[in-house]
Nanobody, 124 residues
Framework: QLQLVESGGGLVQPGRSLRLSCAAS????????VGWFRQPPGKEREGVSW????????NYADSVRGRFTISRDNAKNTVYLQMNSLKPEDTAIYYC?????????????????WGQGTQVTVSS
C-alpha cells in the first residue's frame, strides 16, 4: 500500500522552529519529485515548496522563502520541511506530496500521492 505519513506538527510560539517529516512506504521516493503544501483555516491548499527527484531543482512560495527549507533523505525514504522564524500566518495543515506529473509545482492537481496532513499552529 502506497502511503505518505507526515509528522512533527504542533503548537509553537512565533519566531520558533519546527521540522516536519514525511515518510513514504510502499514505494521509493528516490524517483519522484516531492513537495509540501499547506491549507490555512478557511483557505485553499497552497504550494509551499518542491524538490526534484535529483535534488537539483527546488522552489518556494514567496511567503516562506528564506525561512523554510525542503530536503530529502533517500536512505530513509523521507522528506523534510525545516521551518524557521515561524509566524502566526504559517498556521495551517501541512501536507506532503509526491510524484509531480503536472507543469506547475504549486498546483495541487499536479501531484499524485498525498499524506493525511499534520497541524501546525503558531501562536503565543
Amino acid at each position: 500500500q502506497l502511503q505518505l505519513v507526515e509528522s512533527g506538527g504542533g503548537l509553537v510560539q512565533p519566531g520558533r522552529s519546527l521540522r516536519l517529516s514525511c515518510a513514504a512506504s510502499g514505494f521509493t521516493l528516490d524517483y519522484f519529485a516531492v513537495g509540501w503544501f499547506r491549507q490555512p483555516p478557511g483557505k485553499e491548499r497552497e504550494g509551499v515548496s518542491w524538490l526534484s527527484s535529483s535534488g537539483g531543482s527546488t522552489n518556494y512560495a514567496d511567503s516562506v522563502r528564506g525561512r523554510f527549507t525542503i530536503s530529502r533523505d533517500n536512505a530513509k525514504n523521507t522528506v523534510y520541511l525545516q521551518m524557521n522564524s515561524l509566524k502566526p500566518e504559517d498556521t495551517a495543515i501541512y501536507y506532503c506530496a509526491a510524484h509531480m506529473y503536472g507543469a506547475n509545482w504549486y498546483d495541487r492537481r499536479a501531484w499524485h500521492y498525498w499524506g493525511q496532513g499534520t497541524q501546525v499552529t503558531v501562536s503565543s
